[in-house]
C-alpha cells in the first residue's frame, strides 16, 4: 500500500486507502482498527476510490471489523470501490452488509 489517511472524529473513523489491500498491508491497519475501536469508534467507512485489488485477507478484514462494531450497534461503510472489487463483493453477498458503494 502507498499511503493510508486515517481520521476519527466523534466515534467515526474514515480510512482512505491507496494501493492494494492485501495481506501485506492488513497488520498495520488492523492494529490502528483496533485502536480506533478501543478508544470508542462505532462506525468506520473504508474509501476504495484509489484501491485497485482487495485479497482474501482484505476481505477478512472487512468482515472482523464490521463483526466487532455489529456487536456495538455500529457499522461499515465501504465507499468508491471500483467495478471489480463491487462485483467481488456482491458475488460474497457482502455488498449490503458492508453498505458498499461504487465509484
Known sequence: MKAMAVKLEEGKMSVQLEGDLTASVVPELKTTLHEALESGAVAVAFDLEKTTIIDS????????????LAKKGGSVQVVKASEDIFRLLQSMRLEKRLCVSKR
Open 57 to 68: 485477507t482484505g476481505i477478512g478484514l472487512l468482515i472482523a471489523t464490521y463483526n466487532s
